[in-house]
């Protein structure tokens, strides 16, 4: 811990300077991202290359930042592997094939699951065999046996091309995905009852391999506590489950699974210690070589061990390979050991992968270190000085705290961008980090793990002290959230122009720190000339928006008034108890460039798929009122919805026919069903509601009525007219109505449902009749989210 701080803290007298080739790598990455982002990487090198002619750089430094930028992008778009081809007609037929294929890669995730990438694959239909290009990934829920990488598979299952939520403003899974070469996916769950896996001989090193994970597994007790175990030595957290995933992520903790830089300076920390011991046996040692130099050298085969245990996973790589040039830098007595070694692995990485940049996990692995590097010497100057023993604790303890806190200033707008909430709890990095890297996992792990070899009984002992401690951190937490005490926010998630003015702003406070106030000026009036661009964009003339998001199959529809009013109808949802669609569709959508804040909400009903995602809002965002048709959703999004309800004060408010919503002046949500005695199921109680804007019809909304619902809206006697209808019960063949198009008389209809659904909706009789009356139709299976705008005389603008 001192060296590192002291290697941090090497230049507190003012900013570390950059070589003339290190000002050059930000363009080459800024050309890798253009392939994704044109606009805002132009930008983004046109503030770059001002900055950088503010510290007088050396002539022609402009053209070089050009020219590495273009050739950032023609090297991206050249690595970057081909788009998806056409679908088979078996597999838009969701006809099960016999698939066969090798496994390439393994790895497991929380809750008994394996993602396996297969390659080679080719499916056997009955229309005969297909192979496919790149990656198929394979998730694998309760396997009843643990595969080998170069293991031949064969099972029956259905077979889709990589398809992701598309919404404008949140990540990109398909391009992701397109960057390694995963072109399709598959599911199967338990034992493979249609094939199976075929005899394989392990090689030596996979023998040993396995050898060392069931000997973890052997002897690490079969609780939360043992699981960690597996998670910390081979980065497989199989054994994990996701309430402890959960818990993690709460504690603000969630990089101690992740096997990355974090880790690897634990291992090298041992090595030191290694050093520390042979220096104390052996003194003279020092003579010939200096500690440091000797604790590189013994930290050399474990970090390439544990690469090696961890199965060379990409995140591992990336920082063994930074670990590597620190540790050459320090071996040879070079200064600015941690930014030189930065900008040599991040030029390696990039020379290799270029399309890394486009991966998470480096993102923060370059931002977390980088803040640390720029920002530890500002707060390092708060730590008390003494020598005492409760002096150096104090100290010990603020370092970390420090540590924490510079890496997420840098990490904060990533975050928040990706997750669309923050946890802002560095307290229990004081007591994870520390236990962990001096005691759970050398001690217990790597010591339990060598031991079992030798004396199970020593093994078991030590792997049961750290499951102990690990179990006590996870209580410790889980009563910190009880009790309140680990808060959780939605937060705004700022445009592609609030990342780089939050960056501006930072390199403004550094400038200013070190005294230089002109150079820091020019950064501020970048980002507010940004800031000007952004609200000048955001300006327009009246009208109101809806928006049907792309949930798979389910339904969210969010309508902006004209004032700015957010009005959600439904929020999709589905997708088993681990995926919260209101945590990662819908919530973060909304936050994108918005205060996390809602002024209405109507749920249709109460199913799963259209209220689902609600319970996140509900308990997160600030909700102006909730409507409904009375019906909660059963089981735990129920219970979430009356505790969210409880929490914040919401009061719902039951619709009946009749009903007038004023969303703001002239905008207004008529409630056509159901009336108050309507008796039937639940969806044929869903709401019925029609947007109106100064009298004029904008959109009907449906939820999932079918025929006995849909006969009462349309013998109720009602004007339907609507230019915009979404379609009832996602355009299934129950809710196929003619009368019901004729009543509305749209021009478009719309309807929210899943790529390659097993419900096969949209109906084909509602698609003819749908094209003979001449109404276009749109899907978010195909088209991924819509957007419709109306102007003030209620007539279409248009329509994405």
């Known amino acids: 811990m001192l060296s590192v701080e002291n290697s941090i803290s090497g230049n507190r007298s003012g900013l570390p300077g950059l070589f003339f080739w ?82 390439h890669s393994l790895k497991g995730a929380p809750g008994q699951r ?3 990438l297969l390659e080679n694959v080719t499916c056997n239909s009955t229309k005969g065999q297909t192979r496919l290009d790149g990656f198929l990934n394979w998730t694998w829920d309760e396997p009843d046996q643990r595969p080998f990488a170069g293991q031949q598979v064969s099972l029956r299952v259905r077979v889709k091309p990589i398809h992701g939520f598309r919404n404008d403003g949140l990540w990109d899974y398909d391009f992701y995905c397109r960057t390694q070469d995963i072109r399709y996916r598959t599911y199967s769950r338990g034992p493979i009852k249609n094939g199976g896996l075929k005899p394989y001989e392990p090689q030596v090193l996979q023998k040993l391999r396995a050898s060392l994970h069931e000997h973890i597994l052997k002897n690490a007790p079969p609780n939360q506590g043992g699981a960690i175990f597996p998670a910390l030595l081979a980065g497989d957290r199989f054994y994990l489950s996701r309430d402890s995933v959960e818990l993690i992520r709460r504690a603000g903790v969630s990089h101690i699974l992740a096997l990355s830089g974090l880790h690897v300076g634990f291992i090298v920390a041992m090595g030191f210690g290694l050093s520390w011991i042979a220096g104390g046996i052996y003194p003279r040692i020092y003579l010939r070589i200096t500690r440091m130099r000797l604790g590189v050298l013994f930290s050399i085969l474990p970090v390439l061990l544990y690469l090696w245990l961890g199965q060379f996973s990409p995140s591992l790589l990336r920082a063994v390979c930074m670990f590597g040039f620190w540790g050459l830098l320090m071996f040879i007595n070079r200064g600015r ?31 977390a270190v980088g803040g640390i590097i720029l920002f530890y010497p500002l707060f390092s100057r708060l730590l008390p000085a003494g020598i005492s023993v409760s002096s150096k604790a104090v100290r010990f303890i603020l370092a970390l705290i ?46 339990g793990l060598l031991a079992s070899y030798a004396s199970p009984q020593l093994s078991k002992y030590l792997f049961s002290s750290g499951s102990v401690t690990f179990e006590w951190l996870l209580g410790l937490v889980q009563k910190s959230v009880n009790a309140g005490m680990l808060p959780e926010y939605a937060f705004y998630r700022p445009h592609w122009e609030g990342l780089l003015i939050y ?52 339904q969210c529809v969010v309508v902006t008034g004209p004032e700015g009013s957010r009005t959600v109808i439904d929020g999709g949802g ?126 009907s909304i449906s939820g999932d009525l079918d025929c006995k619902g849909l006969r009462a809206v349309l013998e109720s006697g009602n004007e339907l007219s609507s230019s915009v209808l979404v379609l009832p019960h996602h355009g299934s063949a ?67």
């Open 22 to 103: 290190e000002l050059l790598i930000p363009a080459f990455v800024f050309g890798i991202l253009s392939i994704e982002w044109v606009l805002p990487s132009l930008t983004a090198l046109l503030v770059y290359t001002l900055i950088v002619f503010v510290f007088r750089p050396e002539k022609g430094t402009a053209f070089l930042l050009l020219l590495l930028f273009g050739f950032g992008h023609w090297y991206a778009g050249f690595m970057l592997p081909p788009g998806p081809s056409g679908m088979p007609e078996w597999m838009a037929g969701r006809e099960k094939v016999q698939l066969s294929g090798t496994i």
């Open 114 to 116: 394996l993602k396996i």
């Open 337 to 367: 050991m941690l930014l030189d070694g930065l900008f040599l692995a991040v030029l390696l990485i990039l020379v290799v992968s270029p399309l890394s940049v486009f991966d998470l996990g480096f993102q923060l692995s370059v931002l």
């Open 402 to 447: 420090f540590i924490s806190l510079c890496a997420n200033i840098a990490l904060l707008p990533v975050l928040i961008w990706n997750f669309g909430v923050l946890t802002p709890n560095l307290l229990f990095n004081v007591l994870f980090v520390p236990l962990i890297g001096s005691f759970i996992l050398p001690v217990c792990g790597v010591g």
């Open 503 to 554: 960056y501006l702003l930072l390199g403004a406070v550094l400038l200013f720190s070190h005294g230089y106030v002109k150079r820091g000026k020019v950064l501020l009036l970048s980002a507010l000339l940004l800031f000007a661009v952004r609200s000048y964009v955001c300006m327009g003339p009246e009208q109101v928006r809806m928006d049907v998001l792309d949930t798979g199959q389910s």
């Open 574 to 699: 589905g997708f088993g108890s681990s995926f919260d669609m209101g945590r990662s569709i819908v919530g973060p959508w909304l936050a994108y460039g918005h205060l996390p804040q809602v002024d209405n909400i109507f749920m249709t009903h109460g199913d799963r798929d259209h209220a689902g995602g609600l319970a996140f809002l509900l308990e997160k965002f600030s909700v102006g009122s909730f409507y409904s048709n009375g019906d909660l959703p059963k089981g735990i999004v129920g219970e979430r919805f009356r505790a969210a309800f409880k929490e914040n004060g919401i009061e719902p408010q039951v619709l009946t026919k009749g009903t007038e919503v004023i969303l703001e002046p002239g905008l207004i949500m008529e409630v056509l069903h159901p009336y108050a005695s309507f008796a039937g199921s639940t969806n044929d109680r869903s709401l019925y509601l029609r947007l109106l804007w100064n009298g004029h019809p904008l959109l």
């Open 734 to 800: 129950g809710s196929f109505s003619p009368e019901l198009y004729e009543r509305v008389n749209p021009e478009i209809a719309i309807a929210a449902c899943g790529f390659l659904n097993r419900f096969k909706f949209v109906s084909k009789k509602v698609e003819h009749e749908l094209k003979k009356r001449h109404i276009c139709m749109y899907t978010t299976s195909a088209n991924g989210m819509l957007a419709v705008k109306w102007n003030r005389d209620g007539r279409i603008l248009t329509v994405r």
